[in-house]
């Protein structure tokens, strides 16, 4: 009998904090059969102990529900955290020496693989070269992918794996790789990957994400990403091992092949346009830097006969948009399809936006009419919003503050769902949070409880369910436990309150995320009422 299917034990959990909507002064849990079975003060925790197969002395800790990723590529995150990470490389020139040094470091390797850089936070400002790459790897196959995963620079010996993709769209002689070349150059890396490898990547990234307190991640896979292989993998060996839960999305029009496989809808990374990093982000002007407006992979027509088809199946349909003529194809598309199957169905359906960084007043008032879900990463505006960032450099400062505006999606309606695109940012959920309520422009910034709720409960409602993501009788018990410093609410002007519990209104209290703040530790995680991290030491 393997993990999965053991029997959770009843566990008391008290002498801590719960965050709970249910008791806002809640110091004690009970767990059982998977599920939240009570939560209360200490006092009546001891009429549970004795039918308790665990009790757990919580020592002041604190109990939050266990976060949600709402969009990952976990074996891409699993080969970041084992290969080549550049995205703390100060420079070119110390970039090509960590390439430099891991090609020497790795022999055996039939592809070298790294991820993170960013030649606009380096001195250079430019893309390492490929002859500089085929010197610093001994002439090897190298795939390098930029921080947005939307372009790549490789060796000669990688492009010769790949046939035909100098003839290729996104195929320009000397630059980075985007398009249908950036593709066909990712396929050829990963296909060289062995199904251990990639099975150790998947694991690693998987246990990376229970150690952070998070205990389920969508994934964001599809043909041009990753592999059918690679998809049910992933899903196979979370149903087998102990770790967070994986909700599966397929990005591919082909709706019948996304149910094949196992997800839950052809969504995810389904590209209606690039990022806004690789110049490839679809916009309604062009870029301050480059004279185009990006590329546009489907137009609302296609849109609209995607949405159709995935509700008429019971699918979730879903896109990645980040310009704000992408974001228009969709809006436009989805009303088509709701015009053709109806605005009660397209809406009960959930479809989901990937990313939707560039909206305006009528696209956020759409997206609240439709009941389109917004999946966004707010680490993307902690690592490239404000003046100087790379958001002002390829749009200008006025375009740039218009980006990832959480408080007035909340402000319409409009379902927010918190992600990281990991590996494009890291796997890290407080600093999540934190990035939302510090947000660089900040007419743009919600409550830390509002984007507490995005990154908890928000993930689970983008899958359709409601009864989960929150420590209440009957909801799933997807918890974590940390070790923090004193709770606070936070007041609408930005400044705290030190008590635990906001008698006033009955709101848990939540860990100070102020910027000079130390972030919680995680000391325990549990999925489905099995403990899948506990902290050595603890």
Request: include cysteine; charge should be negative.
């Amino acid at each position: 009998m393997n993990e999965r299917t053991t029997p959770p034990r009843t566990v008391l959990l008290r002498r801590g904090e719960v965050h709970s909507p249910a008791d806002p002064f809640a110091t004690a849990m009970v767990v059982e059969h998977g599920q939240i079975a009570w939560v209360g003060s200490e006092g009546a925790a001891d009429s549970f102990a004795e039918g308790v197969d665990e009790v757990v002395d919580l020592d002041g800790a604190l109990v939050t529900p266990a976060f949600t990723d709402a969009h990952v590529h976990t074996t891409s995150t699993g080969l970041a955290l084992t290969g080549l990470d550049l995205s703390a490389a100060p420079s070119l020139a110390d970039a090509l020496g960590r390439v430099r040094d891991f090609a020497a470091a790795r022999p055996d390797d039939r592809v070298l693989l790294g991820h993170g850089w960013d030649a606009a936070r380096w001195p250079e400002r430019r893309a390492p070269r490929r002859d500089e790459l085929d010197e610093a790897t001994g002439g090897r196959p190298l795939y390098l992918s930029r921080i947005d995963v939307h372009s790549a620079v490789v060796t000669t010996a990688l492009l010769e794996l790949t046939p035909g993709v100098r003839g290729k769209a996104g195929f320009a002689d000397g630059e980075p790789l985007t398009r249908d070349a950036h593709h066909a150059v990712r396929a050829a890396a990963f296909a060289a990957i062995t199904p251990a490898q990639r099975t150790e990547a998947q694991r690693a990234a998987l246990v990376h994400a229970a150690s952070l307190g998070i205990g389920s991640v969508h994934e964001c896979a599809g043909p041009e990403i990753s592999s059918e292989d690679d998809f049910t993998g992933l899903l196979r060996l979370a149903a087998e091992e102990p770790g967070p839960r994986v909700v599966g999305y397929w990005a591919e029009l082909d709706v019948d092949k996304a149910r094949e496989l196992g997800a839950i809808g052809a969504a995810g990374d389904l590209f209606v346009d690039g990022s806004i990093g690789s110049h490839s982000a679809c916009l309604h002007e062009p870029y301050a830097d480059a004279a185009h407006t990006g590329t546009a992979y489907l137009d609302a027509a296609a849109v609209a006969a995607h949405v159709v088809a995935c509700t008429e199946a019971g699918l979730q349909a879903g896109f990645h948009a980040i310009g704000d003529a992408a974001v228009t194809a969709v809006v436009e598309g989805v009303r088509a399809a709701a015009e053709k199957v109806g605005l009660a169905r397209v809406r009960a359906a959930r479809h989901r936006v990937e990313h939707a960084e560039m909206l305006t007043p009528e696209t956020i008032a759409a997206f609240a009419e439709l009941g389109l879900t917004a999946s966004v990463q707010p680490a993307f505006d902690a690592l490239w919003g404000g003046e100087d960032g790379m958001y002002a450099q390829r749009l200008g400062v006025e375009r740039a503050r218009t980006l990832n505006p959480f408080a007035a999606l909340l402000r319409t309606g409009v379902p927010l769902a918190f992600g990281s695109d990991s590996p494009v940012t890291p796997l890290d959920p407080w600093g999540t949070v934190r990035a939302a309520a510090f947000h660089r422009t900040p007419e743009h910034r919600v409550s830390v409880r509002a984007a507490f709720t995005a990154h908890t409960r928000g993930g689970w409602r983008a899958i359709g369910r409601d009864d989960a993501g929150v420590l209440m009788p009957g909801a799933p018990a997807d918890y974590a436990v940390w070790r923090t410093d004193a709770l606070v609410v936070q007041a609408p002007d930005d400044r705290v309150a030190r008590w635990s519990t906001d008698p006033r209104s009955g709101t848990p209290g939540l860990p100070d995320l102020t910027p000079d703040a130390d972030l919680p530790v995680c000391l325990r995680t549990v999925v489905g009422g099995r403990t899948v991290f506990v902290r050595p030491g603890e």
